[in-house]
């Protein structure tokens, strides 16, 4: 596997690319299609990523004799285990082409003790979950003093999960409002059920990962 990251570019076509701003790993990501887009979020708020690379490097294998050259769209760090991720359309999956050369690359990556996988639009916009995770993105730069971290850590200790709609007004007169809550939600400090749309009702509660402590206070 040879160094050497592909310049994104839609110059001569008509793809749609773009640049994400990831707090996780504090830089830009590229992308080239709005799955790809999409799978970031995942990854951002995800906590077993530790890190990620877009278009990371080039991966070079034989087949039918000639010499090619595959980049995968991303590289994922996760706790224990290495990834190479292509994202694709679930229309596509089931191409011989494409079939015939992940066949390839999984076996590259293996030697390597790295595991290919291949992510669908499908798997990577269930729903709600994706578009409550664009909401907490939203509010993640959302400053928080550390006086409001200390008043939320000893509201949450010790209680059973929570409405939001009660959280908020319990915690309103501190001036903690559902932005900060939405915040910690983004950070993995509260956890609340993804695969329903966040609301008035959702059930919020201290989580068992708690999160990086500095990365909620800084101002980003």
Not at 24 to 45: A, F, G, H, N, V
Not at 155 to 162: A, G
Not at 192 to 205: F, K, P, R, W, Y
Request: with cysteine; charged share 25%.
């Amino acid at each position: 596997m040879a160094n050497g990251v592909r310049r994104i570019t839609n110059s001569g076509s008509k793809k749609i690319i773009g640049k994400f701003p990831s707090l996780k790993m504090d830089t830009i990501i590229w992308w080239e299609s709005q799955i790809e887009r999409d799978y970031i979020y995942l990854l951002e708020i995800d906590p077993t990523v530790q890190s990620y690379r877009g278009q990371p490097f080039k991966i070079t294998y034989i087949s039918k004799g000639v010499t090619k050259n595959y980049t995968p769209d991303f590289w994922v760090q996760r706790i224990g285990q290495q990834q190479v991720i292509e994202v694709k359309p679930a229309s596509q999956v089931n191409d011989q082409k494409n079939l015939d050369k992940w066949r390839h690359i999984s076996h590259l990556c293996e030697e390597r003790s790295m595991k290919f996988m291949v992510v669908t639009d499908t798997m990577i916009r269930q729903q709600p979950k994706l578009d409550n995770i664009k909401l907490l993105y939203k509010y993640a730069r959302s400053p928080l003093t550390l006086q409001q971290y200390l008043d939320c850590q000893c509201y949450f200790t010790s209680r059973e999960p929570t409405p939001f709609k009660q959280v908020c007004h319990d915690l309103e007169r501190k001036g903690i409002y559902p932005n900060l809550l939405f915040k910690l939600l983004y950070f993995g400090w509260l956890s609340t059920d993804l695969m329903e749309s966040i609301g008035a009702a959702s059930l919020i509660q201290l989580s068992q990962f708690k999160g990086d402590v500095q990365a909620l206070l800084l101002d980003v």
